[in-house]
Every structure is written in C-alpha cells, then in structure tokens.
C-alpha cells in the first residue's frame, strides 16, 4: 500500500504563486510515475501535469508554462509549482504514484485532495 497525502493548497489571488507538495509513504519502492490532477466542481477530473520515474515531464496545454512539475525519490515527495495562477486553475488537486513491481499487477494510488482557490 501506498499512501499519498497533498499539501499546499488555500486560497490565493490572481498571479499568485502556490506551491503542493504530495508525500508518499509505505511501501514506496516501485513507484514509477507520478502525476497531478484536478477537479473544478461540476467538471470531469482532469490531468494537470505528470512525470515519470526518469524525470521525463508532460503538461496539460491549460498550465504549460506556469506550472512545473517536480520530485524528489529520496524524500519520496512530488511538487507542483504554479506561478501565475487562474481563477479556472481553481479545483481540488490530487496526487496519484502507479506501482508497478515486476512480476505484479501494476496499481495507481490517489490521494485525498488540496484545495486551490483562485481569486481575481
């Protein structure tokens, strides 16, 4: 099991800059990609920006350029820094970590949520 817990979020103006961090934790060892996602209310939940074990990035065309997606496997921690937030960047942001051991089923993990509220 892989436990997943996101950080960072709140309410921020236009421009602003926020930083989430996700904290991984139990059995870490396999992790491969990881990702962000989001969820405006009433909208599908939606990738934001993820990046595999190798550090290779990819981006939502919504956030490229603002938003930078980071890890680091020693903390076994995942960023997102978001500079010059929206106010549609505004949404429940989640973290997911896929697990794929050899020889096992491969399992993607979600954690609870942060909440990113953008004024303007």
């Known amino acids: 099991q892989v436990h997943l817990v996101e950080s960072g979020g709140g309410l921020v103006q236009a421009g602003d800059s926020l930083r989430l961090s996700c904290a991984a934790s139990g059995d870490t060892s396999c992790i491969s990609n990881m990702a962000w996602y989001r969820q405006a209310p009433g909208k599908q939940r939606e990738r934001v920006a993820g990046i595999s074990g190798s550090g290779g990035t990819d981006y939502a065309v919504s956030v490229e350029h603002r938003f930078s997606i980071s890890r680091d496997n020693s903390k076994n921690m995942l960023y997102l820094q978001m500079d010059n937030v929206k106010p549609e960047d505004t949404a429940e942001y989640y973290c997911?970590?896929?697990?794929?051991?050899?020889?096992?089923?491969?399992?993607?993990?979600w954690g609870q949520g942060t909440q990113v509220t953008v004024s303007s």
């Open positions: 997911s970590a896929d697990r794929e051991c050899p020889g096992y089923v491969a399992v993607t993990y």
